[in-house]
C-alpha cells in the first residue's frame, strides 16, 4: 500500500534534492548533520556488508525512527522490536536501494513507519488505535528536544518545529493522525466528526503549507 | 499543472492512507507525471520533517549490539559475493567456484553410484527372493519324488513278498491254519500260526521252504506253539531261495531234522 519508491521513471538527481531547506546550510545556523550523498554512500557500503557504514548510519538515523515508532505504538518495548526489524531490512535490502528515487532517510521513515503500523493492526489494537487518536496532536507542542536537532542542527529543528506549530490546529491534527495513527480516511473523519471531504482537503492544505514553509526556512 | 485533486491524493499517498486501489492509480498517475513526482518528493520531506519534530526518544544502547548480533548470526549471504567482486582477488573467488565446481561433480558421481548400487540391489534382491522361490518349489518336488521313491519302494517290497496260506493236514486239528510271508530280497520271513495242537517236550515243529531251483525242502527251522496253539514267528532259510513256491510244517524229533523226509506234514500251502 506504502510504496514511494520504486515508482519513479524521472531521475531524481541530487540538485533536485537540494532544492528543499533540509539539504542547505545557511551562515549563522548550525551545520546540518545530514548529508545526502554521505547516506546515499552509507547505504551503498551496507549493501556490502560493511559494518563501520551500519554503525554510522543507525548512529545518525535510530533516534529519529525509535521516535516515530514509540509514537505510534505508545510502548518502548515494542517501539525496540520494530527498530530492530527495520535495520535489520536496511541490512538485508540496503544494496537493492536506488539513490535516484528518493533519498534514504525518508526510506528510513517510511519502513518503520509501516512496520509500526501493521505490528498494531495485527495485533487488533483498533480501538486503542481510535482512543490514541483522540488525545490532542503534539508533535510541535512539546518541548522537549526534537529528532531534527540531530539531524539538522538546533536552530534548523526550532524553526521546523516553529513551522509545524503555526500550522492551524484542524490541519496538523489530521496530518498527525494520517500518519501517526494507522487510521483509514474514512476512521479519521469518524474520529474528527468532519465529512471525509472535510479532511482531506485539511490535509491537503496543511501539506502543501508545511513544504512551502520549509522549502525556505533552513 | 497539477489540479487539486491530485494536491489533495498526493498528499495522502506521502502519509501512507491512500486505500490500494487509490495507491495503484496514484501511482500510475505518478509514473507518467514528473511534475507530480516533484511534488511528492518535496511532500516526503515535509513529512520527514514533522517526523523529526516529535520529541526525541533514545533506543537503549543495548538494541545496537542486539542487531550487531543478529546480523552476525545472520551472516549476510549477498555481500559475501559483492566483496569478493570489489575487493577480493581473483584467484580467491576461482578457487571457491572451482571448489564448489568439483564438489558438485563429486556429488553428481557419488549420486549417479549411489543410484546404480540401488539398482543393482534391487536386482539383486529381486534374485534372491526367485531363487528362495525355486528352491521352494524344488524341495516340493524333492519331497513328492521322496513320497513317490518310498511308495514305489514300498509296492516294489510288496511286490517281493511271497504270500502263502498254509492249510491243515491234521484230522485232530483240522482248525489250525498257518501264514507265511517271505521277502526274497532280505531273504527273510515272518510265520504266523493258529490252533495248532501243542506239543509234547521231544517233539518240534519244522518250517520247510520249498524252492524248485533244491531237490528237497530247506529248513527254516523249528519251533513251538502256545497252550492254545498259537505262535508267531521270524524265520530264514537254510539256503539262498529264489522262489519259494511252497512252505510245509512237519512235525519232527526235538531239534528237527536236516534232511527233510516230509512224512509227518502238518501243514501246507503255497
Redesign the interface.
Known sequence: ????YG????P?TLD??RG?C?FQSSEGMSEPALNLEQDIELLRRI???D?SA??SF?DQY???L???A??ILND?KE??DV??EV??QI??KA?AYDPLL??P??WA??LT??KA?DRIRASNRRSRLLEQATVEAN??T?P?????????GREN?QM??S??AALPLDQRRA??M??FSG???DE?AKNLQEPLGTI??R??R???K??EK??GCI | MIDERMEEQASLYVLGVLTPEETREFEAALSRDFELQHLVEKLRVSRDALAGALPQATPPPALKEKIRAQISAQEKIVPLLTNANEHGTGWSIWLSWSLAACLAIICGISLSQQRNLRQKIGEQAKQIVDLNVLADSLRSETQDLQHAVATLQETNRLANLRIAMLGSLLTDSPKAVAVSLWDENQQRGVFVVQNLKPLPADKDYQLWVIDPKYPTPVSAGVFQVDAQGNVRLQFKADKLIESANKFAVTLEPKGGLLTPTLKNLVLMGG
Open positions: 500500500m506504502f510504496q514511494p515508482i519513479a521513471t524521472q531524481i533536485f534534492l528543499f533540509f549493501g556490502d556488508g559494518r551500519f554503525d543507525y535510530s533516534g529519529l525509535f521516535s516515530i514509540v509514537k518502548a517501539a525496540e527498530l530492530q535495520f535489520m541490512w538485508n544494496d528518493g533519498k532517510a525518508s521513515v517510511t513507519r509501516n503500523i508533535v510541535a512539546d522537549s528536544p526534537s529528532a531534527n536537532e540531530k539531524l539538522h529543528a521546523i518545529r513551522v509545524v496530518i498527525e494520517a500518519f487510521l483509514t480516511q479519521i482531506k482537503a490535509i491537503r496543511g501539506m502543501l508545511l513544504r520549509l522549502e
